[in-house]
């Protein structure tokens, strides 16, 4: 999904956040465990998901405010292997060619 901003021309920015859960047991037992056998978001997914869904509606809400686009990717498969090749492989950085690419990972020990 791409935000173009409408103060005109401006670079195009990537905003990306990885969408999958992993093959884990979840045994926590906490109320927002996963409710599917064998997967869970061990580390930080859903997070990530809920971050991009976040920014990409404030950044709607602020178009008035910049000008180029942001494009909101949503990468499924991020721990397997080639899942970010995949989609670059089907033109998600094209058209219009993505400037600048940014992304984050939930890590709290990371100073």
Same mark, same amino acid.
């Given at each position: 999904?791409? $935000?173009?901003?409408?103060?005109?021309?401006?670079?195009? !920015?990537?905003? #990306?956040? /990885?969408?999958?859960? $992993?093959? !884990?047991?979840?045994?926590?037992?906490?109320? &927002?465990?996963?409710? &599917?056998?064998?997967?869970?978001?061990?580390?930080?997914? /859903?997070?990530?998901?809920? !971050?991009?869904?976040?920014?990409?509606?404030?950044?709607?809400?602020?178009? /008035? #405010?910049?000008?180029?686009?942001?494009?909101? $990717?949503?990468?499924?498969?991020?721990?397997?292997?080639?899942?970010?090749?995949?989609? !670059?492989?089907?033109?998600?950085?094209?058209?219009?060619?993505?400037?600048?690419? =940014?992304?984050?990972?939930?890590?709290?020990? =990371?100073?």
């Amino acid at each position: 999904m791409d $935000l173009v901003g409408e103060k005109g021309e401006g670079p195009h !920015i990537g905003l #990306r956040a /990885d969408i999958d859960a $992993l093959p !884990i047991q979840e045994q926590s037992g906490l109320p &927002y465990a996963s409710r &599917y056998p064998g997967v869970m978001h061990a580390c930080g997914h /859903d997070g990530h998901t809920a !971050i991009l869904l976040g920014a990409t509606y404030m950044l709607n809400q602020l178009k /008035d #405010r910049f000008g180029g686009r942001v494009r909101s $990717l949503f990468q499924p498969g991020e721990e397997a292997d080639g899942a970010a090749w995949q989609m !670059i492989n089907q033109g998600m950085l094209e058209q219009p060619p993505v400037d600048h690419m =940014l992304a984050l990972h939930l890590w709290p020990h =990371l100073t």
